[in-house]
């Protein structure tokens, strides 16, 4: 071991925060870390608005210097044409758009996403030069049919196919039956899965991709639990849902590096 891998927490708003709520939350959180005398250079920050607020958002960031990274929650696996609805990968990256959520078990459910259209888009973003934030994660009938690892590691292994060796990924474990319950997963039970798709990354794209590939841990994230899952070792960060839309909270959770105790 021995790598550096700069901790990553990315908030998700999902279908929350209007263009206007978005600037008011991105500026309150930059403002609330600059007054604790955050390290912006020890964590990343990323936000992942709805694709109307991405521009306001951008432009806030660029005027005022926030070292915040910009997200997108889903892409077309399209590049341009008469598909009704879909953003290409190419105009997100035209918005400074740094990575693109795949594979959420949201879009997995409702919009009936499969491995393969969750392969299909990590290449779609691969393809824009965004980076994949590919989400993965067993549901509770899994983890009584077949323990927490199986599934999460069988999807991942069909995402990573044609992904070449070198493209900077972003792996997020979420267990469906942790998101937005307000029941976590246990530390150890996250890094054990957590681990397992690092051995993906390892047998797919190799030692070094391993090394410094982020994996992160979502699912009832609070500044309450962040702390027991960065002391795990193969957790990278977290994939915040519900705790990134309040300001405090998710300072809170950024700065869990203060926290005392767990
Ligand atoms: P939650 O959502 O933090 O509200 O559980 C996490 C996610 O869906 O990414």
């Known amino acids: 071991m021995g790598m550096t891998r700069t901790p990553l927490i990315a908030g998700n708003w999902k279908m929350n925060l209007d263009h206007l709520q978005a600037v008011a939350l991105v500026q ?48 077309s696996v399209h590049d341009s044409g008469a598909y009704t609805g879909e953003i290409s990968g190419e105009f997100l990256a035209k918005l400074s758009v740094g990575s693109v959520i795949i594979g959420h078990s949201e879009r997995r459910e409702y919009h009936a996403e499969d491995d393969a259209v969750v392969a299909a888009k990590t290449q779609a973003a691969l393809k824009h030069g965004l980076v994949p934030v590919i989400c993965v994660g067993e549901t509770s009938e899994d983890l009584e049919k077949f323990g927490a690892s199986a599934v999460p590691v069988g999807q991942l292994e069909t995402a990573l196919e044609n992904v070449p060796d070198g493209a900077e990924i972003v792996v997020a474990y979420e267990p469906v039956w942790a998101i937005g319950s307000g029941q976590a997963a246990t530390p150890e039970q996250a890094q054990d899965v957590c681990q397992k798709l690092r051995e993906v990354i390892r047998a797919k794209l190799g030692d070094d991709a391993a090394a410094s590939t982020r994996v992160l841990y979502g699912g009832s ?27 405090d909270e998710f300072s809170a959770i950024v700065r869990y590096g203060k926290h005392v105790g767990v």
């Open 221 to 247: 994230v609070k500044s309450g639990n962040i702390a027991s899952f960065m002391r795990e070792p193969d957790i990278d960060g977290a994939l915040v849902g519900g705790g990134s839309l309040k300001v």
């Open 28 to 75: 309150k959180l930059h403002w609330s870390l600059k007054d604790a005398a955050h390290e912006f250079d020890s964590v990343d920050v990323t936000v992942f608005p709805p694709f109307t607020d991405l521009r306001s958002v951008q432009t806030l960031i660029d005027a005022d210097k926030i070292p915040f990274g910009l997200g997108a929650q889903d892409l």
